[in-house]
């Protein structure tokens, strides 16, 4: 028995004292009317209406029924017009991880534009390098950096993809000396960010061959920020994305090498959990993110 149908043949039954009208106002044929009056009756444990070939009236139980029955309705289609203007406008809360060095970086000067396009929404934004769970913490979406993106049930929209640089500070190749193969790595001081899918092995292509390096960092951390920080100070080497350090290779104040080698490439995605009865404030968040991410 659909349970709610039942319900609302029972209200219009009782309210229009006809089965035949109720089942014209409801698209339903007159046995399947009965029908559900009939399990809804087995379903309480009691007769709700009398009905002879002639005539119906409501019992004692059902004239109880169906005050209790009227007011639940009435409240479930209070619910729905309440979802309303959510519905059909960006409005509410938007909960949305993010890594920390990619909103910093691209996306932090352009948020408040996108927040005063829609005054009646409000962003709750949790910058964490780690991979969140969305359903378990209530996130409506989250920006994830992957080498490979695992399968999964969320839906994945692909935003940029950050192709890294090996790079370290001029002081650090005059000490040092610079790279010429990648096997050079393991004489270098290297820098390693920790929450990388490739922190423990660095991998560069040439000519349709692949060279793999493990690392042995004297310094890994969490933060892409941080091993900024360190190349610039001239402590080591790094593999990073290259919009992180794309102002310091232009100023001089990093250096790339190995450039004759492929290193690997970050895709960017925005995952959320369905793209059935997409939020409106979820729909255009994606597009500001595809807005901030064109030409990446």
């Known amino acids: 028995m659909d349970r709610y149908t039942a319900l609302q043949v ?25 029908k559900n009056i009939a399990e809804l009756e087995a379903h309480v444990g009691a007769r709700l209406i009398h009905r002879t070939t002639r005539r119906m009236a409501l019992t004692e139980e059902g004239t109880i029924y169906l005050e209790h029955v009227a007011r639940a309705l009435d409240t479930l289609a209070e619910a729905d017009q309440a979802l309303g203007p959510i519905r059909t406008s960006p409005s509410g809360t938007l909960r949305v991880s993010a890594p920390t060095t990619v ?13 005063s396009r829609y ?55 005059e000490t040092h000396g610079r790279p010429l193969t990648p096997s050079d790595l393991r004489t270098h001081n ?31 951390v969490t933060s892409s920020l941080a091993v900024r920080d360190a190349l610039r100070e ?28 492929a290193a690997v490439e970050t895709t960017l995605y925005a995952v959320y959990p369905s793209r059935q009865h997409l939020a409106p404030k979820i729909r255009v968040f994606l597009d500001f993110l595809v807005e901030a991410f064109a030409g990446s």
């Open 10 to 34: 029972f209200r219009h039954v009782a309210q229009l004292k006809s089965f035949a009208e109720a089942g014209r106002r409801l698209g339903l044929s007159p046995a399947a009317v009965s």
């Open 103 to 115: 909103t910093l970086t691209r996306l932090s000067t352009q948020i408040p534009r996108f927040l």
């Open 119 to 173: 005054p009646e929404l409000t962003l709750d934004l949790h910058l964490d390098d780690r991979r969140v769970d969305l359903i378990r913490e209530g996130f409506d979406l989250a920006i994830r950096g992957q080498d490979n993106l695992e399968d999964s049930s969320m839906i994945a929209r692909k935003l940029a993809v950050m192709p890294h640089v090996l790079c370290a500070a001029p002081s650090y190749f």
């Open 190 to 220: 290297c820098i390693r960010f920790t929450l990388s899918g490739h922190a423990d092995q660095w991998e560069f292509r040439k000519d349709g061959r692949a060279e793999r390096v493990v690392i042995d960092a004297r310094y890994s």
């Open 234 to 261: 001239g402590f080591g080497l790094s593999l990073i994305p290259f919009p992180y350090v794309e102002t310091d290779l232009r100023q001089g104040r990093l250096q790339s090498a190995l450039d004759d080698w």
